[in-house]
């Protein structure tokens, strides 16, 4: 399985980053070995002392397909939760000044924490539920699809040009306003409805 992932989804967080709104989609890819394994806490790497949070919808895909239409992409997945794509900030920040690829910043180990999936169907408001980041008891980010830039289905046509999308495979959506960097001991709790989905704490 792959994790693709969607850079600067909401108009909130580019500006945050003084990033410009992209006309397409930003892409970049996270290897298996990113997941943080169940019941593991995060630890902040070595390499980095800028490491933020970054809570996002995720789409868990349930059938093959590539150049998927966006009026089929319904079709191609029935399952969501809330995830964090963890960044190595200071790292990225180089990495974008001198042109280089994300990947030492966004796809090191440890780097994709995943919470319960849910089914669609399940949720009380599948066309557009909302999630949410805790941090120690606080809320720190939330949003629901209906903000992104390019939606879902939008986001599965994009990628589908260049990616075969297989069962199993995440799209991490993009985050919105709100990220912050973490410090040890920090405890997060991520919310997709009302539901928790994941509790992770960080090492
Ligand atoms: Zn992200």
């Known amino acids: 399985m792959k994790i693709i992932c969607v850079g600067r989804n909401y108009i909130e967080h580019a500006k945050e980053l003084n990033n410009s709104v992209p006309k397409e989609p930003v892409l970049f890819l996270k290897p298996e070995t990113a997941i943080v394994p169940k019941k593991n806490p995060f630890f902040i790497p070595d390499f980095s002392e800028d490491v933020h949070y970054e809570a996002e919808l995720v789409v868990k895909i349930n059938k093959v397909g590539k150049n998927i239409q966006e009026k089929f992409a319904h079709k191609y997945y029935n399952q969501l939760t809330v995830g964090?794509?963890?960044?190595?900030?200071?790292?990225?920040?180089?990495?974008?000044?001198?042109?280089?690829?994300?990947?030492?910043?966004?796809?090191?180990?440890?780097?994709?924490?995943?919470?319960?999936?849910?089914?669609?169907?399940?949720?009380?408001?599948?066309?557009?539920?909302?999630?949410?980041?805790?941090?120690?008891?606080?809320?720190?980010?939330?949003?629901?699809?209906?903000?992104?830039?390019?939606?879902?289905?939008?986001?599965?046509?994009?990628?589908?040009?260049?990616?075969?999308?297989?069962?199993?495979?995440?799209?991490?959506?993009?985050?919105p306003k709100g990220v912050g960097k973490l410090t040890k001991n920090d405890q997060m709790h991520l919310y997709l409805e009302e539901k928790e989905v994941l509790q992770l704490n960080v090492k």
Do not use: C
């Open 84 to 175: 964090l794509d963890f960044t190595a900030r200071d790292i990225q920040q180089k990495q974008k000044e001198k042109g280089l690829p994300w990947e030492i910043a966004k796809a090191f180990d440890g780097s994709a924490a995943i919470g319960k999936f849910m089914e669609i169907s399940e949720l009380d408001n599948p066309e557009d539920p909302t999630f949410s980041l805790l941090l120690n008891g606080k809320k720190v980010q939330s949003a629901k699809p209906s903000e992104m830039i390019f939606p879902i289905h939008k986001l599965i046509a994009e990628i589908s040009k260049y990616f075969t999308l297989k069962i199993g495979d995440l799209i991490f959506t993009g985050t």
